[in-house]
């Protein structure tokens, strides 16, 4: 039996924790001032953690350098790159459930650095308007904010921007039955942060080239598209989710320590 | 009284207050709004600007410990409350609506019918928000109309929950000034009653909150970077158990050994994991200088911060989730 199925097992454990830890301020006394290294709305009545794009925004409104919620966006950065967005974060383990609908999928590589343009002109934004305007349209804050506040709180009539929350998830969700991992790819501002440090963060992944076949099936496999063996593990889409070392039929890749 | 719980950056809260100058000049005799901005990043500028901005003419407050939100269970903003002349908390009102103004006034006018007498509105004011323990604080305020010798208590809740009275009285203008000494660390409250007369309605003005303060709360700084350790670091080692121990090691020989490690938990061999773990880290300086400049910025910024994001997670602001 190949370890790749117990890697698998291993990631599916983390991405339920990290669904369950998240929502544990459904008991408000442990409504906490810790950012989490995931999309995650802050707004959620349920949420223990605060969402590191919100509140990047907020300080951005406010024209502050936010030393804590950066210092520790950077430390998670700086230890585990993207690794959090392909084991521990809920709004992506999210698509990974719904992308499981559809088998075939298409595999676009253009535009990869959108995610970076959203980034920046959500913080400009931000900036400009003093307010956190990404969050109104935000995917992950419809599932985890919009949603959950409609449930407890039962608003008459519900909100437009409830509607437009409803139709950006809508979107995403539409969009991972085509593109899998869609708003991982090409737009979560998150993702751009933490693939950012993808060449510098302390755990890293290595391809051992005289074991490479060429075969391509760690390519194949990558929800991400990365498309180049030379990109894994170091190209800001990775998010070191592990299925190319569960493809690998000759161990050529694995996580290691230090700069990739 | 109208209590409005609110941020200046909530829209839905913004929204409200039209109709909130519309009842004051309806019910001016009869009606005191207070407004408490529960979002700690509200700065005293900031308020001030927004009162000057909105045209606010009432008393602006600010929650900076969430106390008040917490007596009131505020959650979401805006939260508003309706409290009857003797203290009686008739009403209470989540979110903006577009005939917001007609709610209110259905809720304010069978107080007001119920009226008898002068109606009185007493303030009062700090003249500090936070101070050191042992600290003299003045404490002050008017009743208007003005009144001159009229007693005024004033109810002091210390942050342990017990209470205590100040007596005070009013000059020839109706205002009226004391000074307390607040002796412990933690929220101490301060609410001015007016008992009333033969000729005016009793009052209470808004409550006043003093910070006096506390040391820097080490146990949660630990608490929270425990937190964090816990998250970063726990699925660091849970994947690197996996990681090749030796970044500059020796090839590994082909073929790839089949069926060699099929748990998770098994090393690979050569030397202890822990050793090698340790070695490859210190060969790789970056992300361990990287993680050195964050830790400091997180130190750096844990004490003026921490309270304000966890105030995000605390208050549901509806702007937010698209209300506004």
């Known amino acids: 039996m190949r370890p790749s199925v117990k890697l698998s097992d291993t990631r599916r454990v983390t991405q339920a924790?990290?669904?369950?830890?998240?929502?544990?301020?459904?008991?408000?006394?442990?409504?906490?001032?810790?950012?989490?290294?995931?999309?995650?709305?802050?707004?959620?009545?349920?949420?223990?953690?605060?969402?590191?794009?919100?509140?990047?925004q907020h300080f951005a409104a406010l024209a502050t350098v936010p030393l804590l919620a950066g210092g520790t966006i950077g430390l998670f950065s700086a230890l585990l790159g993207r690794a959090y967005c392909g084991w521990f974060c809920p709004f992506g383990t999210i698509q990974d459930v719904v992308g499981m609908i559809t088998k075939r999928k298409l595999n676009p590589r253009a535009f990869p650095w959108s995610k970076f343009v959203v980034l920046l002109v959500a913080l400009v934004a931000a900036y400009v308007t003093t307010e956190t305007v990404f969050?109104?349209?935000?995917?992950?804050?419809?599932?985890?904010?919009?949603?959950?506040?409609?449930?407890?709180y039962n608003p008459d009539p519900i909100p437009l921007g409830v509607w437009i929350h409803a139709g950006t998830l809508l979107l995403v969700a539409a969009g991972v039955l085509v593109v899998e991992r869609v708003w991982c790819r090409y737009l979560c501002p998150v993702g751009a942060i933490f693939g950012t440090f993808n060449r510098l963060s302390a755990l890293s992944m290595k391809v051992d080239t005289t074991l490479c076949a060429n075969c391509k099936l760690c390519l194949k496999s990558c929800p991400?598209?990365?498309?180049?063996?030379?990109?894994?593990?170091?190209?800001?889409?990775?998010?070191?989710?592990?299925?190319?070392?569960?493809?690998?039929?000759?161990?050529?890749?694995?996580?290691?320590?230090?700069?990739? | 009284m109208l209590l409005d719980f609110f941020a200046t950056t909530c829209g839905p809260c913004t929204a409200c207050i039209p109709a909130f100058k519309e009842l004051l000049s309806e019910f001016s005799d009869d009606l005191v709004i207070v407004s408490i901005s529960v979002w700690p990043s509200d700065t005293l500028e900031m308020l001030k600007e927004f009162r000057t901005?909105?045209?606010?003419?009432?008393?602006?407050?600010?929650?900076?410990?969430?106390?008040?939100?917490?007596?009131?269970?505020?959650?979401?903003?805006?939260?508003?409350?309706?409290?009857?002349?003797?203290?009686?908390?008739?009403?209470?009102?989540l979110g903006y609506s577009e005939n917001i103004k007609t709610i209110l006034r259905n809720a304010i006018l069978p107080l007001v019918q119920q009226s008898v007498g002068t109606?009185?509105?007493?303030?009062?004011?700090?003249?500090?928000?936070?101070?050191?323990?042992?600290?003299?604080?003045?404490?002050?305020?008017?009743?208007?109309?003005a009144a001159a010798g009229v007693g005024i208590l004033i109810r002091v809740t210390k942050p342990d929950g017990s209470t205590t009275t100040l007596t005070t009285s009013t000059s020839a203008g109706g205002t009226y000034s004391t000074t307390h000494t607040p002796d412990g660390e933690g929220i101490w409250r301060y609410k001015a009653v007016f008992a009333g007369d033969a000729l005016h309605m009793p009052s209470e003005s808004a409550e006043a909150t003093l910070t006096a303060k506390a040391p820097f709360p080490?146990?949660?700084?630990?608490?929270?970077?425990?937190?964090?350790?816990?998250?970063a670091g726990g699925t660091w080692l849970l994947i690197s158990r996996r990681a090749e121990a030796g970044v500059e090691g020796p090839p590994p020989p082909p073929p790839p050994p089949p069926d060699a490690s099929d748990s998770l938990a098994v090393p690979p061999a050569g030397p202890p994991?822990?050793?090698?773990?340790?070695?490859?880290?210190?060969?790789?300086?970056?992300?361990l200088a990287l993680s050195g400049v964050f830790l400091l910025a997180v130190a750096l910024g844990f004490?003026?911060?921490?309270?304000?994001?966890?105030?995000?997670?605390?208050?549901?602001?509806l702007s937010c989730v698209g209300i506004g």
């Open chain 2, 303 to 317: 004490e003026s911060e921490y309270g304000i994001i966890q105030a995000f997670v605390r208050f549901l602001c």
């Open chain 2, 218 to 231: 080490w146990v949660l700084a630990g608490g929270a970077a425990l937190v964090v350790v816990l998250i």
């Open chain 2, 273 to 287: 994991p822990p050793r090698r773990l340790t070695s490859a880290v210190l060969r790789n300086p970056v992300p």
């Open chain 1, 224 to 260: 991400m598209g990365i498309d180049s063996v030379e990109s894994i593990g170091v190209s800001t889409d990775c998010t070191r989710c592990g299925k190319c070392i569960e493809a690998c039929n000759r161990d050529a890749i694995k996580y290691a320590l230090g700069l990739s």
């Open chain 1, 135 to 152: 969050c109104r349209y935000c995917p992950s804050g419809s599932l985890f904010g919009a949603l959950p506040y409609v449930i407890m």
């Open chain 1, 17 to 56: 924790l990290g669904f369950v830890l998240l929502n544990l301020g459904i008991n408000t006394a442990l409504k906490t001032g810790i950012v989490c290294p995931a999309l995650y709305c802050y707004a959620c009545p349920l949420s223990m953690f605060a969402c590191p794009f919100g509140t990047l």
């Open chain 2, 119 to 145: 109606s009185t509105q007493l303030t009062l004011a700090l003249s500090v928000s936070t101070v050191d323990v042992g600290t003299v604080v003045g404490v002050s305020g008017s009743l208007t109309p």
């Open chain 2, 53 to 93: 901005d909105e045209g606010v003419t009432w008393r602006i407050l600010r929650d900076t410990t969430g106390a008040a939100a917490s007596l009131y269970g505020v959650g979401p903003i805006p939260h508003l409350f309706i409290v009857s002349r003797t203290g009686v908390l008739s009403f209470s009102r």
